[in-house]
Nanobody, 115 residues
Framework: EVQIVESGGGLVQPGGSLRLSCVATGFEFDRYGIQWFRQAPGTQRELVAGIGSVRNIEYADSVKGRFTVSRDRYTRTVTLQMNNLNPEDTGEYFC?????????WGQGTRVTVSA
């Protein structure tokens, strides 16, 4: 059974940092890319960052230079390091993996950037 579990969210002041983790089990971790999405209240879910099976990486323009995504095959974890956070980064952050055309999502972790 595929399971995706995010953690690490919280409340942080503008300019602060958070480190989100996504632990993925139930499939061959090395074979699949994993993406981070976020959803602010009243908006659509948007791609934040993704890391492929061969570590090809993509970022949304809004987070380039501030966020770093990485993966660890031994802990089956995809990490999103978020620096210099601003209020526009507030939202629910989700991990997604697509296997055989089926998307699997975690339950999300909430990030709030506020003074």
């Amino acid at each position: 059974e595929v399971q995706i579990v995010e953690s690490g969210g919280g409340l942080v002041q503008p300019g602060g940092s958070l480190r989100l983790s996504c632990v993925a089990t139930g499939f061959e971790f090395d074979r699949y890319g994993i993406q981070w999405f976020r959803q602010a209240p009243g908006t659509q879910r948007e791609l934040v960052a993704g890391i492929g099976s061969v570590r090809n990486i993509e970022y949304a323009d809004s987070v380039k230079g501030r966020f770093t995504v990485s993966r660890d095959r031994y802990t089956r974890t995809v990490t999103l390091q978020m620096n210099n956070l601003n209020p526009e980064d507030t939202g629910e952050y989700f991990c997604k993996v697509v296997i055989a055309g089926i998307p699997y999502w975690g339950q999300g972790t909430r990030v709030t950037v506020s003074a």
